[in-house]
């Protein structure tokens, strides 16, 4: 044997293919030999293995049949010669070969030693990428975003990046804006064109709606059939023009790594979504030379100090108020040392939005809890006796609860939040953080000032006593009352949990009888999203692996993503999941009464979750009885692993 033959030998990786009698004679096959595809035939005896790709658009010549001792391609008919590769069509259609030996113990094929890697457009894009600090992409593997997907396997195999292969995209979306929201950082769902990418947008709305940086990734067809009604060929930038804050087209020609820059800068200065279409031939295009952004140089400082003359302004106001209030935001999430700190200097209560639950121990004697339709009477009694309220990085929903009739004083860092849905008293641009204490620092207190700490205690006593009474008050049906539910889980939930909560009755009810201490609380703010709760436990899991994760959700919106309790299962991710099966659509049947409609289409029927949580590999435990609601939740928090407790409570109790 020469040389240039044993460096050829060298060069061939052999890969067993299939039994030796697994074939019959005239079949052909779709075999996986290392990375390749072959197609192998078993014909007068003989094995002969192609490629399985037809050079015609791709057909898998393997799933063909073999007539005339001819492999015929399954989508067009194309004839191939299972030895030689040869086309009938002339020799621009020829397959490669591959050898083929057959051993004792199998049919091996050999394959040549892969070509080391090139560099590609998608490579630029994930290093940049993972240079702004995103490690975390939620996603789908797919045909058209092949190419990506290849270079965040390669990411994730150096340690740059993790990513979690999830059952729908909805999921992936949630996921990411939930981890913004507990970060400040982006994480990224990825799908494919078509209903791929429109799967995220609901998630992606919700972020946009609670100001939640997330980078979405779409794969897309190849540019050559693009905008001529191809398979799953759709406008994916007029599909994404209202959700996101930035959202292009990368091109062949694009400069990528600066795309990728723009998309995330837009997403965390713009708090919103960046989105990039990725066609499918440019991802795996070369770009050998092509260097990676990263954020040096690209990022201010938000540290931003408020105007001098507003600041004037609002200290005048809270000099001549003898009842100011406290009303704290998603967008003071940051900042709650330094206006806890003012507030304790004006024995002001702290009234929180519901997006806001959480940012403030319910135990702190100025906390108030949740103001508005989800919140607690204490707070919206000192909302109506407050003379001034001092609003640091809320946007004055109209389920907020924040009185629009009371002088205000409107602190946020966005301009445009500022005075949103009517005029305030004194609108002040600033970091929410840094406004708190210049305000602290130059306070001037009303000789007259209320300490209305005594008031606030006085009116959680009251509080609390009614809902222990609630609590106490079993249904007698086989069912549990929401009040129950939360009465225990005050007692039980770690002070280091992420409890992420879903949309329905059981959300009002967290609201109104959950008392936070540290935890941290997500919710679907202002898009309202059912179905939230569960994937954004997904997303907070990523965020924080260490910490208990609890997500609280209805029966109605965990039917929504349920097959991603498999998900969870998969990468063993520590989410204690109590889950309140009312059988309805509880929430939209009362509003139904309330609007004197007949209760119509708001039944449920489920299956017996907790079993499925079991069938999935996890925890799982159903509870019909009060008495045994806060065992089943102990030990599933105890379980170290995914774990269900499904409560059955009942849809007239809140």
Not at 248 to 261: I, K, P, W, Y
Not at 282 to 292: G, H, S, Y
Not at 442 to 464: H, K, T, Y
Request: charged share 20%; aromatic share 8%.
């Amino acid at each position: 044997m020469n040389s240039e033959e044993d460096q050829g030998i060298q060069e061939t990786q052999w890969h067993r293919a299939i039994d030796p009698d697994a074939l019959a004679e005239g079949e052909v096959t779709v075999c996986a030999v290392g990375l390749k595809s072959v197609a192998l035939t078993k014909l007068r005896g003989e094995f002969g293995a192609v490629d399985n790709r037809c050079p015609h658009q791709g057909g898998p010549l393997g799933q063909g049949t073999v007539e005339n001792g001819k492999i015929r391609c399954p989508w067009h008919g194309f004839d191939f010669d299972p030895f030689t590769g040869e086309a009938a069509g002339g020799p621009d259609f020829d397959v490669p070969t591959y050898p083929v030996d057959v051993r004792v113990d199998g049919v091996y094929v050999g394959t040549p030693m892969p070509a080391p890697h090139v560099r590609t457009v998608s490579d630029v894009l994930v290093e940049t990428m993972t240079n702004w600090g995103v490690d975390t992409v939620f996603g789908m593997v797919g045909h058209s975003n092949l190419g990506m997907a290849d270079a965040l396997h390669r990411a994730e195999t150096r340690g740059a990046l993790r990513y979690f292969g999830i059952r729908h995209e909805g999921t992936a979306a949630f996921a990411a804006s939930a981890y913004g929201k507990l970060t400040g950082r982006p994480a990224a769902c990825f799908g494919i064109a078509g209903p791929g990418s429109t799967n995220l947008l609901t998630g992606l709305y919700d972020a946009k709606a609670d100001r939640a940086p997330v980078l979405a990734l779409s794969g897309n067809v190849d540019s050559s059939v693009a905008g001529k009604g191809a398979f799953q060929d759709i406008d994916l930038l007029a599909a994404f023009a209202d959700v996101s804050t930035y959202s292009a087209m990368v091109r062949s020609g694009s400069d990528h790594a600066e795309l990728m820059t723009m998309a995330l800068k837009h997403a965390i200065l713009g708090r919103g979504v960046g989105h990039l279409v990725l066609p499918d031939e440019v991802q795996v295009q070369e770009a050998p030379r092509q260097l990676a952004s990263g954020p040096t140089g690209r990022m201010p400082d938000l540290g931003v100090s408020p105007p001098a003359q507003a600041l004037g302004s609002a200290l005048d106001h809270i000099a001549e108020a003898t009842r100011p209030v406290i009303v704290v935001g998603a967008g003071a999430k940051f900042a709650m040392a330094q206006i806890v700190s003012l507030a304790e200097q004006l024995k002001a209560p702290i009234l929180t939005t519901f997006k806001a639950k959480g940012q403030l121990s319910d135990k702190h004697p100025l906390a108030c809890g949740v103001l508005g339709r989800s919140g607690t009477p204490v707070a919206s009694w000192m909302m109506n006796k407050a003379d001034l309220l001092v609003v640091f990085g809320a946007s004055f929903s109209n389920h907020s609860g924040i009185s629009p009739y009371k002088p205000t004083v409107q602190v946020d860092i966005d301009p445009l939040m500022l005075g949103r849905f009517g005029p305030v008293a004194v609108p002040v641009l600033g970091d929410v953080g840094v406004t708190a204490h210049a305000l602290a620092g130059g306070l001037r207190v009303n000789p007259e000032i209320v300490d209305q700490r005594a008031e606030v205690a006085e009116r959680w006593a009251v509080w609390r006593t009614e809902k222990a009474r609630r609590a106490a008050v079993a249904p007698g049906n086989g069912r549990v009352s929401a009040a129950t539910v939360f009465h225990e889980l005050n007692g039980l939930a770690p002070e280091n949990a992420v409890m992420t909560v879903d949309v329905g009755n059981h959300a009002y009810s967290f609201g109104r009888y959950f008392e936070p201490t540290s935890q941290d609380v997500l919710i679907s703010g202002y898009l309202g999203s059912i179905g939230f709760g569960f994937p954004a436990a997904l997303g907070a899991w990523a965020a924080a692996p260490g910490r208990p994760i609890i997500a609280v959700t209805g029966d109605g919106g965990f039917g929504q993503y349920l097959a991603d309790f498999t998900t969870a299962v998969k990468y063993d991710m520590n989410i204690t999941h109590i889950l309140l099966n009312n059988g309805e659509l509880a929430k939209i049947s009362e509003e139904q009464r309330s609007a004197e409609y007949p209760v119509w289409q708001t039944s449920l029927l489920n299956p017996d979750f907790a079993a499925l949580a079991r069938d999935c590999g996890a925890y799982g435990k159903r509870v019909v009885d009060p008495a045994g609601v806060a065992s089943a939740i102990a030990e599933a928090l105890g379980h170290p692993g995914p774990a269900m407790v499904e409560i059955m409570t009942d849809p007239q109790s809140h």
